[in-house]
């Protein structure tokens, strides 16, 4: 507990939202190809490891530069590629209402890398970083001063192998949920107590009644 405490009135910055929609993006993010003479891994037919061995099964995971697995919210980085003066106004019908909101382009960049994994075997084969670059356009109202805030709270990939007459290609989808709001940093005024701490009893003894009584550290206090 505190020594004492004092009322204060203080100001702090919170963000005020103006809109917030729950969005999921679900789309392609790479196509590779071989033209039938070269693999697409140097030395190793995919097709017939992938078709002779049933355990074996590619993935895909968000990565640093460096490789290293990362969370989304650290290793995808989002960028409003409209700003506050360029945003295109649109009506359209929201609650059977007609509003005016706003067009906001987002550009989302990261780092994903396949992954081969044996489950028979546990072993693993990881390819290098391979950037990624997603662009699109969704509708808030996000009227002038306000910023663009893009929370990911989950990420998905699908890579789907597949040979044809000895081309072997793989497709690499990505589902991404996310929260993304629109609002500006706002003054707001919070009334409270400011508290100092107390200091360390140093004389401390045995209380001889009930250990629940704080009567024992603090004499004023009284039970009832």
């Known amino acids: 507990m505190s020594s004492f405490f004092s009322h204060q009135v203080n100001c702090v910055n919170a963000f005020k939202i103006y809109d917030w929609v729950q969005k999921r993006f679900e789309g392609e993010v790479d196509v590779f190809r071989s033209d039938g003479e070269d693999g697409l891994i140097s030395g190793i037919d995919l097709c017939s490891i992938l078709s002779d061995n049933n355990t ?17 919210d650290v290793g995808i980085k989002v960028t409003e590629l409209t ?16 509003s005016t909101l706003n067009q906001i382009v ?18 693993v084969c990881i390819s290098n970083p391979i950037p990624f670059t997603i662009i699109e356009t969704l509708y808030l109202y996000a009227p002038t001063g306000t910023s663009i805030q893009c929370e990911i709270t989950d990420v998905d990939f699908s890579v789907s192998p ?12 990505i589902t991404i949920c996310q929260d993304i709001t629109s609002g500006c940093s706002k003054p707001v005024e919070i009334k409270g107590y400011s508290i100092q701490p107390r200091a360390e009893e140093k ?7 009930d250990p629940h009584d704080n009567s024992c550290i603090f004499p004023s206090s009284k039970r009832r």
Do not use: W
């Not at 700003?83 to 007609?98: A, V």
């Not at 987002?106 to 072993?123: C, E, F, P, R, W």
């Not at 597949?162 to 989808?173: G, H, L, M, R």
């Open 106 to 123: 987002i550009q989302k960049h990261g780092m994903y890398a396949l992954k081969l994994v044996d489950a028979s075997t546990n072993q």
């Open 162 to 173: 597949s040979c044809n007459n000895f081309q072997q290609e793989i497709k690499v989808d």
């Open 83 to 98: 700003n506050t003066n360029t945003r295109i106004e649109k009506q359209m019908m929201l609650n059977e209402d007609c």
């Open 203 to 209: 004389n401390t003894f045995a209380c001889q009644h």
């Open 56 to 72: 074996l099964k590619l993935e895909a995971m968000i990565v640093d530069a460096n490789g290293t697995p990362v969370s989304p």
